[in-house]
Nanobody, 118 residues
Framework: QVQPVESGGGSVQAGGSLRLSCTAP????????MAWFRQVAGNEREWVAS???????YYVDSVKGRFTISKDNAKDTGYLQMNSLKPEDTAMYSC????????????WGQGTQVTVSS
């Protein structure tokens, strides 16, 4: 079962930046879209951003203008650039592939923790 691997999380002060990365062994990113989600313990998982196979991007209102989702098909890696971070962005961030299940397995990885202090 192919699971994404997220990295790049950490602890930053409000106003800081982080870039999260997502890889999925054996997945060809040019065939797939990708989404980022976040979850605070005890709460439901929240969709944050998506990018489709054509490169179109979509964001939840709370991160528009601050976060940028992208993917580098040559490196089979996806990213979430997070700027102007706020304490309310603190969560476990996970990525998920989007597309035909055979080529874009929609499994959850371990996630990467982002903590923003005020």
């Amino acid at each position: 079962q192919v699971q994404p691997v997220e990295s790049g999380g950490g602890s930053v002060q409000a106003g800081g930046s982080l870039r999260l990365s997502c890889t999925a062994p054996g997945v060809t990113f040019s065939w797939c879209g990708m989404a980022w989600f976040r979850q605070v313990a005890g709460n439901e998982r929240e969709w944050v951003a998506s990018i489709d196979s054509a490169g179109n991007t979509y964001y939840v209102d709370s991160v528009k203008g601050r976060f940028t989702i992208s993917k580098d098909n040559a490196k089979d890696t996806g990213y979430l650039q997070m700027n102007s971070l706020k304490p309310e962005d603190t969560a476990m961030y996970s990525c998920k592939m989007i597309g035909v299940a055979r080529y874009c397995p929609a499994n959850w990885g371990q996630g990467t923790q982002v903590t923003v202090s005020s």
